[in-house]
């Protein structure tokens, strides 16, 4: 898996091209009804938010490492994430950029930049855990994958479920205000993945989940995020999550 530093340039260059600054996005309310009617209120609160602009403290534990990391956080709908790290005294440490197909590392400590598919299982991992940077973007804004054609099956819990090539797809929705309390992912009886939707707060009229936790039960692997100083459907200028590699920066190359 190689590339040539020109053609890395210019893809960091086309991904960036087209992101310009978001206007403020006006919410119509969005009124929980009835448990029946939950895809629809989700989908509607879903597509509300076109911008997500956070400082998120990011915990993570699995058998090779535990750290905590403090980031700045930018989403822009329908599929862009950005998370850029700084140490003392406002030092660069690193920057991810998540697109639709593609991601980008950029690590400004150590001069080196990485880039790779969204579905290549081997290099799209987050930091020393098995979690994919598919999964990690879900779990950043709050949002639970694949809901719209979810079955209720459980009223009484609030839980639908959804059957996606051999694996269940689980959601428990609160019954009495409609936020989505977990998601689940069950292959051969057993729990894969599971996300925690925790601390609700309405921000611009959106309920957003402050507190989110991203879990492989198997591999004893934890995420875990908290955001504070929430802007939601708030103005983005493109260059807040510009990603800019220089000559000399370095492309890691991972055999």
């Excluded at 987050?126 to 709050?142: A, P, V």
């Excluded at 991203?214 to 995420?223: A, F, H, R």
Aim: charged share 25%; net charge neutral; proline share 4%.
């Amino acid at each position: 898996m190689k590339f040539s530093p020109l053609l890395i340039y210019f893809s960091f260059i086309l991904v960036l091209v087209g992101c310009t600054s978001k206007n403020i996005y006006r919410t119509s309310p969005v009124k929980f009804e009835s448990l029946e009617s939950w895809q629809a209120y989700y989908m509607k609160t879903i597509q509300q938010v076109r911008t997500i602009q956070s400082e998120a403290r990011i915990s993570i534990e699995s058998s090779r490492l535990a750290t905590n990391i403090t980031i700045g956080l930018i989403y822009t709908a329908p599929d862009t994430l950005f998370l850029k790290a700084e140490g003392p005294f406002g030092l660069d440490l690193g920057e991810i950029f998540i697109g639709k197909d593609r991601f980008i590392l950029h690590n400004q400590f150590n001069n080196q930049f990485f880039t790779g598919s969204l579905d290549d299982e081997y290099y799209n991992t987050f930091l020393e855990t098995d979690f994919s940077f598919e999964e990690l973007k879900y779990g950043l804004i709050g949002r639970a994958p694949q809901s719209e054609k979810a079955v209720l099956v459980n009223p009484e819990q609030g839980i639908f479920e959804r059957i996606v090539d051999d694996k269940k797809y689980r959601y428990t929705v609160d019954i009495k205000n409609g936020n989505l309390k977990s998601f689940e992912i069950e292959e051969s009886s057993s729990i894969i993945f599971q996300q925690e939707y925790l601390n609700y707060t309405k921000v611009s009229g959106v309920q957003f989940p402050r507190f989110v936790k991203i879990l492989l039960p198997q591999k004893k692997e934890m995420v875990a995020i908290y955001h504070k100083n929430i802007k939601i459907n708030q103005p983005v200028d493109k260059s807040s999550y510009s990603i800019e590699v220089g000559p000399k920066t370095r492309q890691l190359i991972i055999n």
